[in-house]
């Protein structure tokens, strides 16, 4: 690419260094001109030495380690921005893997949509994992609903999303005050302010979650209490709920009837331990009248 803009991978982590590292190879395997890409590390707060993960890639990579107290992803990547110098912005989270060519393609689908949200695609990397299966099944399945129309998609994950620098600090970046569910906060922030999101499908990284039932469990009660705060944004800036989405529910009970038909019941009760999830993370948030606190 010619004209590759200069690009910044902003990466939040967290107590994670065996994950960030196996992260920070893939970004270093890019096949993106090196004079073009900065590698921003934002270390949330936690307890665990990050420097020999970065300090790998010193001397080959435009790479820094940004730290802050513990405040959570959305207030990490905000951190990473502020330190960026590229004009695009491109959000991964520590546990994903980009293929060689992901920048290559963020960077073509910006250049065909200046002002653009673009976001990537995310595949699961642990299919052998149900918990896992089942949490980036219930992202796809968001996907299908909040991207119905091609045209004009609604919603993409802040683990694999870029956009402008300059059009991410006008709007304010991420909320702070959100531990989960920024993003989806983020896009619809976006979209009010006139802006487009774009879906860049050969923008592909690989997400590598190892879930176990408990933390499967706190992570859909997080979401449900991000749900609530996402409402809660909404109706403060006059926008009102967003209602019964019907049509998302419908994807999900053909989803659990095609699991039915494979016999996959662990899928099917995975899908319902969701929903009851998200009910007491949604319930726990409005009678509290609390932002989500916690990481899940």
């Known amino acids: 690419m010619s004209l590759a803009p200069t690009l910044s991978v902003v990466i939040p982590t967290r107590d994670r260094p065996g994950q960030l590292g196996e992260c920070l190879a893939a970004v270093a395997r890019l096949d993106y001109p090196r004079s073009r890409l900065e590698i921003v ?37 905000n951190a990473g921005a502020v330190h960026a110098d590229g004009f695009l912005l491109a959000f991964i989270d520590d546990d994903v893997l980009v293929d060689p060519d992901w920048a290559t393609a963020i960077a073509r689908k910006a250049l065909t949509h200046p002002g653009a949200v673009i976001g990537g695609r995310t595949i ?23 991207n119905s129309d091609p045209r004009a998609p609604r919603f993409f994950a802040a ?4 956009l402008p620098a300059p059009d991410f600090a006008a709007i304010g970046g991420f909320d702070p005050g959100f531990r989960t569910s920024e993003d989806r906060e983020f896009c619809d922030r976006w979209r009010e302010s006139g802006r487009e999101l774009v879906y860049a499908p050969t923008a592909v990284a690989r997400h590598a979650n190892p879930l176990t039932l408990k933390s499967f469990w706190r992570q859909h009660v997080s979401y449900g209490r991000g749900a609530f705060a996402y409402h809660r944004v909404r109706s403060r800036r006059g926008q009102g709920l967003t209602g019964f989405e ?6 999900v009970a053909r989803d659990a009837a095609e699991s039915l038909r ?24 409005a009678l509290g009248g609390l932002l989500p606190s916690r990481d899940p």
Request: proline fraction near 4%; glycine fraction near 8%; include cysteine.
């Open 41 to 77: 590390v934002v270390d949330d707060g936690g307890s665990s030495a990050l420097e020999p993960v970065v300090d790998r890639y010193c001397d080959t990579h435009d790479i820094s380690l940004v730290r802050q107290r513990h405040a959570g992803p959305a207030a990490a990547r």
């Open 124 to 146: 699961n990397s642990l299919p052998e994992n149900p918990y896992a299966s089942a949490s980036e099944e219930i992202i796809a399945l968001a996907y299908r609903h909040y």
């Open 159 to 162: 683990r694999n999303l870029a």
């Open 246 to 251: 019907g049509s998302f529910y419908g994807l």
């Open 262 to 285: 494979r016999r996959d019941l662990r899928h099917v009760g995975l899908l319902g331990l969701w929903q009851l999830a998200n009910v007491a993370g949604f319930s726990a948030a």
